[in-house]
C-alpha cells in the first residue's frame, strides 16, 4: 500500500473568499480524496447563514446524490420527524455531513452505502470546518460515529456520550447522537426514535432557555 496518498485533501480546494457561494461552488470542484470520481456531485450544507442549530450526518446517500441537498431521502425524512417532536424548526436550522461526496458499492443495480474511511472524513473536514466558522451556530448536533469523530477525534464513542453538552469549543452547545440511519436499520426502531428526539430534546431545551444573541 503507498504510505502518500495522491490526494491532497479539501485545503488545497478552499475558495480565498469564505463566503457560503464561494464554498457552495468550489466543493464541485474538490478533488481532495477519491469520493469525487463516483458521486454525481457534492452535497453541500442547507440551511440559513444565521442557524441556531447546525446538524452534521456522515455522507450524503443515494437520493441526496441525486438530487445535491442533505438529508432528502429515507434518513432525511426520519430526520424531519424527530426535529419535529423534538420541537426544534428544520427551516431554522442547517444541515450538513462530514464528508460531501456519496461513497457508495455496487449492490446489484443498487447503490449501497459505504463508510467513509478516517483518511476521507479528515480530507473532507475543511468543508465542515468553513461551514462552521461561517454559521457559527450556538448549538452543534454531531449525529453518527463519523460527524462526532471528525470533529471530536477518532476515540470519540457516540453510544458512551450521547445526549449530553460536551466539552467542547466548537459552539455553545455541543452535543453528539445517533445517526438517524441507524435508526433505520434497528429492530427496536421505537426506542431508538424516541433516544433521537430525546437527544434532540437537549438541544430545544438548550435554544429556549439561552439568551438569543
Ligand atoms: N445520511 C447522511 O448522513 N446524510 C445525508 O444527507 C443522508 C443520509
Ligand atoms: Fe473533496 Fe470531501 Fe468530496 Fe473528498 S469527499 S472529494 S474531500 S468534497
Known amino acids: 500500500m503507498p504510505r502518500t496518498s495522491p490526494y491532497p485533501t479539501a485545503a488545497a480546494f478552499m475558495p480565498d473568499r469564505l463566503t457560503m457561494t464561494a464554498l457552495r461552488d468550489a466543493v464541485q470542484h474538490c478533488e481532495g ?17 444565521s442557524a441556531e442549530v447546525m446538524l452534521v450526518g456522515e455522507q450524503p446517500g443515494d437520493q441526496e446524490d441525486r438530487t445535491g441537498a442533505p438529508f432528502v431521502g429515507p434518513a432525511g425524512k426520519l430526520l424531519d ?18 464528508v460531501k461526496h456519496f461513497k457508495w458499492r455496487a449492490r446489484g443495480t443498487r447503490r449501497i452505502h459505504d463508510k467513509p474511511s478516517w483518511t476521507e ?8 470546518e468553513a461551514e462552521l466558522a461561517l454559521v457559527k451556530p450556538r448549538a452543534l448536533v454531531l449525529m453518527g460515529a463519523t460527524a462526532a469523530q471528525s470533529l471530536l477525534g477518532k ?10 453538552a460536551l466539552e467542547s469549543s466548537l459552539a ?3 452535543t453528539a447522537t445517533i445517526h438517524p440511519s441507524a435508526v433505520l436499520r434497528a429492530d427496536d426502531r421505537e426506542e431508538m426514535f424516541a433516544g433521537l428526539v430525546a437527544d434532540l430534546g437537549l438541544v430545544a431545551d438548550e435554544l429556549r432557555r439561552a439568551a438569543p444573541r
Open 121 to 128: 472524513q479528515r480530507a473532507c473536514r475543511p468543508w465542515l
Open 33 to 49: 480524496c477519491p469520493l469525487y470520481a463516483n458521486a454525481t456531485q457534492a452535497v453541500f450544507g442547507e440551511g440559513l447563514r
Open 81 to 98: 420527524r424527530a426535529l419535529d417532536e423534538a420541537g426544534i424548526d428544520r427551516r431554522k436550522a442547517y444541515v450538513t455531513n462530514a
Open 155 to 164: 476515540s470519540f464513542r457516540v453510544t458512551q456520550n450521547r445526549g449530553a
Open 172 to 174: 455553545e452547545l455541543v
